[in-house]
């Protein structure tokens, strides 16, 4: 089958220079094991920090190995009873066309409620992250303001709405004028394009009774920017900081520990895997309101397996509104 290998390191940005295409031979599938047709891969902003050698909290992929990650698939052949040939399950797979697994270690989605590459997404571990982040540890209150960064991709175009259903006043940063005019459309009361925009000045002017809530996926200026709106008792949750992803230094900002003690701010970092437990009530919640037209969602579709580094690199310079996904059967 074709597989992409992780070719080199990156230092700093990424480039297609970091992957390798090889073909490899399959090994037949034992007792317990799916044969498996590639549908969708998932390329997600962590992966980067996979491809670097720093610990983190998963294992780097290693160097002349296949890149991994989150893989919707088709069972083509079958020695486990509880996938029958023609289920669709979800996955951490190599990016391969085909593979062999473990029943055990697949998730079988249902193939008629919602598109398949949704259980990369909204029903899956980015509508997730957003669920969890947003939900228990900012808990936004009904009138109260709320800011998410990286509005328009997976998690935030999730999280903006999410704000809305609690009854917030939503404000979203993203990098491009249509994505600003897409948050709108998405109910967001207000959305600042910060590549273009006074940053400071159209986040107090967006937010003139000050911030309740941040969902920070990307860090640096912009966040620095809400650290001077926080109201008393705001919550943060600290879900990504792709504006750093690639830095081959720690940049130097402003120190914030003194705003957030002022206001008495509670700030948390997540993983999304720290709700493990609790994935099947958000997957059943977000389903019910995708159901009842209350969350929409989006994806930038890119088809063929030779372009899923393109994909995953476009990630870094914001070709993607909501999930990014590869289509490739
Ligand atoms: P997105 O769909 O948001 O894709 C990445 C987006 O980030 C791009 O489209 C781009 O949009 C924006 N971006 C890229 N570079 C920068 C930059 N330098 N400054 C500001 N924005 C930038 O990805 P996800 O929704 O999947 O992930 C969002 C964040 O959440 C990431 O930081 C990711 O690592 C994190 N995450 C964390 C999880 C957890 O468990 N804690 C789980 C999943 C994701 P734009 O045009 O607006 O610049």
Redesign the pocket.
């Known amino acids: 089958t074709n597989t992409i290998l992780l070719a080199s390191r990156p230092q700093g940005k990424p480039t297609e220079a970091q992957f390798a295409f090889e073909t490899r031979e399959l090994p037949a599938i034992k007792s317990g094991e799916v044969l498996l047709k590639t549908r969708y891969v998932s390329v997600?902003?962590?992966m980067?920090?996979r491809m670097s050698s720093a610990k983190s909290y998963v294992e780097p992929f290693e160097v002349g190995e296949p890149i991994a990650g989150g893989v919707v698939a088709e069972v083509v052949e079958s020695q486990a009873e509880q996938l029958p040939v023609g289920s669709i399950v979800v996955g951490n797979l190599p990016w391969q066309e085909h593979s062999v697994a473990p029943a055990n270690t697949l998730q079988q989605v249902p193939a008629d409620q919602a598109p398949i590459s949704y259980y990369l997404g909204l029903l899956g571990?980015?509508g997730l992250?957003a669920y969890f982040?947003l939900l228990d540890i900012c808990d936004p209150k009904e009138g109260e303001t709320v800011v998410v960064?990286?509005?328009?991709?997976?998690?935030?175009?999730v999280v903006g709405q999410l704000a809305k259903i609690e009854g917030a006043r939503v404000i979203g940063?993203?990098?491009?004028d249509e994505?600003v005019a897409y948050l709108k459309e998405l109910g967001f009361d207000e959305a600042i394009n910060?590549?273009t925009a006074d940053v400071p000045a159209a986040l107090a002017a967006a937010a003139p009774n000050g911030v309740d809530c941040y969902f920070d996926?990307?860090?640096?200026p912009?966040t620095d920017a809400v650290y001077d709106l926080l109201n008393k008792h705001a919550r943060i949750a600290?879900?990504?900081?792709?504006?750093?992803?690639?830095a081959t230094e720690v940049p130097m900002g402003p120190r914030p520990e003194s705003k957030l003690l002022k206001t008495s701010t509670k700030l948390q970092?997540?993983?999304?895997?720290?709700y493990l437990s609790r994935w099947p009530e958000g997957v059943k919640q977000l389903g019910e309101w995708y159901g009842q037209g209350k969350l929409q969602f989006e994806e930038t579709v890119t088809d063929g397996f030779d372009q899923i580094p393109a994909a995953f690199l476009?990630?870094?310079?914001?070709?993607?509104?909501?999930?990014?996904v590869v289509k490739v059967a």
């Not at 960064?149 to 175009?157: E, K, P, R, Y």
């Not at 940063?173 to 491009?176: E, K």
């Not at 476009?314 to 999930?323: C, E």
């Open positions: 997600d902003p962590y980067r920090g571990m980015t992250t982040g960064s990286g509005a328009a991709g997976a998690v935030g175009m940063t993203a990098g491009t994505k910060y590549k996926n990307v860090g640096g912009i600290i879900c990504g900081q792709i504006s750093m992803y690639n970092g997540f993983i999304v895997s720290d476009g990630l870094f310079q914001g070709d993607n509104t909501g999930k990014a």
